[in-house]
């Protein structure tokens, strides 16, 4: 009933603390980390046990590891293995060596000074990966690199942990394991791992499958995740390691995508829990004893590894942007720290009261991320600034007929199409990595906000013919519409609507030609699904052609009344019945031509 209560507690706080949070805007991450500080020892006190929890909790970032280990198929793994061991690699070595040379500066033996350079080195799988994931930003090249540098950090695991029995002496030294056979074990059991897995573990999912039982899927799935994760931990890796490579194991199998959907709610309850059980190990106590201390260590840490990484970002080839935020993405410390510390502690090569400091100071610079990231949005913003109004002098818009404003995946197809015809175009696009991106692959696309006036003027609109908006955010994009309507209004409007709502407003600001985003790929779609269901050609196209000439027609008519919800909810409702009306009167239509066919069948006329 105690274990029941618990979990009780916990949702209620995960319930209570995370949608608050969301709506003001602060992330889930925070407010897991608040609920678990309220109903930790240090102020509620409704659970105590926060160790064992935590210990549990880990699964959280071990299934974390294996979703992302399905979405990296082993091709895409070797490519970032310059990333690994190279931006990963200098990021511990370089940061272990700074912090550690802190430590013994501030009167720490070297061998407490080295733990705590290489546990401050490291960075927070879970905090990391999960804010990315929200930001959608896992697939930025800054993403990409942050999980090469996170992945390094998983490997270095080993080594560190055989490092501490060698720095404690004496006694300990004699009872401690070899590293080199200890680094042996883990290769043989990576090794056994891969080759095992590539072995068994399609013929085991294809046994499961046959069943036709969901549960047992999901079983199967996380006995995989589990026994691995213990396999590795069983020779002193890191678990998230080892549910990492399961994962990229089955990335090529066909039941990728049911393995991500059986194991994503237990991810997230237990990735929820695990920053939970984090905020509840934070000691309010040391907080109030030294609290200009803890603040002054957290800043220091924070602001150490953001420079650290920053440099080695900038060296490695990343534009000062994505650099930017690869240093606020890793500047915090990271779970392992506790590991370290509390293993440094046990060989008394770090006192308890250090360890506490320590500890604290890591679980604040995890709270403090998603505020870091924010101040580092806000910076990249006011930087952006000077680049524009440095980028609209240097625009060279030629003798071209059209500009393109926005160059992503509508743009740069309508550009591409332009180009091989040899009509010259002028593209613009307020994101600084997409610009930065393009021009690596040859195009030429300027930096700016395509809204304001002199990047216009400087653009040449007043001698264009064509207008291309193809911004993907709704309000810039009819920010811009509205400015070129009203300055330019000999400019042909032709625009890239997301969604009808888009469409009506831009049909507000008198566009010539509005195109939805979806609209023709669905039609085809559909067009395609009927021909596969048996419906002949001829019948699937005219079916197809008939629906969007509607569509179109009620588009117009419904432009009238969008503001009024509930006159727009009811020309959906004609609209629907019309068209029902028109398919069904089809159908009448085909059987009375076929019953004539029959009465007056050439058999009968002779």
Request: glycine share 6%; hydrophobic share 55%.
């Amino acid at each position: 009933m105690p274990q029941l209560a618990e979990t009780a507690i916990f949702l209620a706080a995960a319930v209570l603390a995370v949608p608050l949070f969301r709506r003001f805007k602060l992330g889930a991450i925070l407010g897991y980390l608040t609920a678990g500080v309220v109903i930790g020892p240090s102020v509620l006190r409704l659970v105590a046990n926060v160790d064992s929890i935590l210990h549990f909790a880990e699964l959280g970032v071990v299934l974390l590891l294996f979703v992302i280990g399905l979405e990296l198929q082993p091709s895409r793994l070797w490519v970032l293995r310059k990333s690994v061991f190279g931006l990963g690699g200098a990021q511990v070595l370089v940061t272990a060596l700074v912090l550690g040379a802190i430590a013994f500066a501030f009167g720490t033996s070297w061998q407490s000074a080295t733990v705590i350079g290489f546990a401050l080195a490291m960075s927070s799988t879970a905090f990391v990966l999960q804010i990315l994931a929200e930001r959608k930003q896992l697939t930025t090249r800054y993403g990409r690199s942050a999980f090469a540098i996170l992945l390094f950090q998983d490997l270095a695991v080993i080594p560190l942990l055989a490092l501490i029995p060698l720095l404690a002496g004496g006694p300990a030294v004699a009872h401690a394991v070899n590293p080199w056979l200890a680094g042996l074990k883990a290769l043989a059991v990576i090794a056994a791992v891969v080759v095992g897995g590539r072995i068994l573990l399609k013929p085991v999912f294809d046994v499961v499958a046959r069943s036709d039982i969901q549960e047992i899927f999901t079983a199967a799935a996380l006995l995989v995740v589990i026994s691995v994760s213990l396999l590795m931990s069983a020779v002193g890796l890191s678990m998230s390691l080892g549910a990492f490579l399961a994962g990229v194991l089955l990335a090529d199998s066909e039941y990728r995508h049911e393995l991500e959907a059986s194991i994503e709610p237990f991810k997230g309850l237990l990735l929820g829990l695990f920053f939970i059980s984090v905020g509840m190990s934070v000691d309010l106590g040391v907080i109030a004893r030294e609290p200009l201390t803890i603040v002054a260590a957290v800043a220091g840490l924070m602001l150490l590894k953001a420079v650290i990484v920053f440099v080695i970002a900038r060296v490695a080839g990343h534009g000062a942007e994505p650099a930017r935020n690869l240093a606020a993405a890793l500047s915090q410390g990271g779970e392992f720290a506790f590991v370290l510390f509390s293993l440094a502690a046990g060989y008394r090569i770090m006192d308890t009261q250090l360890v506490d400091r320590l500890v604290v100071v890591v679980t604040l610079s995890m709270a403090a991320t998603p505020f870091a990231l924010a101040f580092n949005d806000a910076i990249s913003r006011r930087l952006r600034k000077p680049r524009v109004e440095e980028e609209f002098d240097k625009i060279d818009a030629g003798d071209s007929r059209v500009i393109i404003a926005g160059f992503g995946r509508v743009g740069q197809i309508v550009g591409r199409i332009l180009y091989v015809k040899k009509i010259p175009f002028t593209a613009l696009d307020r994101n600084p990595e997409q610009v930065e991106t393009v021009r690596r692959f040859g195009t030429k696309v300027y930096y700016g906000d395509a809204s304001r006036l002199d990047l216009l003027r400087a653009a040449r609109a007043d001698r264009a013919n064509i207008f291309v908006l193809a911004i993907d955010d709704v309000e810039a994009s009819i920010m811009t519409a509205e400015t070129v309507r009203r300055h330019f209004p000999q400019l042909k409007i032709y625009a890239r609507a997301r969604n009808r709502f888009h469409a009506y407003r831009l049909m507000d600001v008198g566009c010539e030609l509005i195109e939805r985003e979806t609209l023709r790929s669905s039609l085809h779609l559909a067009e395609e699904i009927l021909t596969a269901l048996g419906v002949s050609e001829w019948d699937a196209q005219l079916t197809v052609t008939r629906f969007q000439a509607h569509d179109e027609q009620t588009l117009l008519r419904q432009h009238a009344v969008y503001h009024d919800e509930t006159q727009l909810r009811q020309t959906a409702i004609d609209a629907a019945k019309e068209l029902e009306s028109l398919f069904e009167q089809d159908r009448e239509d085909a059987a009375q031509l076929n019953a004539d066919q029959a009465v007056f069948s050439p058999s009968d006329v002779r």
